[in-house]
């Protein structure tokens, strides 16, 4: 575990010197975001199209929130904080790594 904590810190510090500290920062944001998403829609039992149903919108949408591919509007947050009846916590001070968050859910 150790050897790989040294692998993703020295990752991020490649990844920032290619394309930034704040790109890196909102890609974290964006796996913790995605994180939730899954966690919630998961102890539901629901499959990504239960999602879609529920929100109006194609499975694929659903599917490119998930992987990061896609960044939610305010609207669709909104609609799906309130199908999976959770919360969805955008937090700036939240410092979790985008790989602990992603592992999170499963």
Not at 9 to 31: C, N, S, T, Y
Not at 44 to 57: E, F, P, Y
Request: with cysteine; glycine share 6%.
């Amino acid at each position: 575990n150790e050897r790989m904590m040294v692998m993703r810190e020295d990752f991020g510090k490649r990844l920032a010197k290619i394309v930034g500290e704040k790109r890196v920062e909102e890609l974290k944001q964006q796996a913790h975001i995605s994180s939730q998403i899954i966690k919630a829609r998961n102890q539901l039992k629901w499959s990504q199209q239960n999602l879609a149903d529920a929100i109006g919108v194609a499975k694929s949408t659903i599917g490119r929130i998930e992987s990061g591919v896609s960044n939610p509007n305010y609207d669709t947050l909104l609609k799906i904080s309130e199908a999976l009846n959770t919360p969805i916590i955008i937090d700036g001070s939240e410092q979790k790594d985008c790989y602990e968050s992603l592992l999170e859910v499963q």
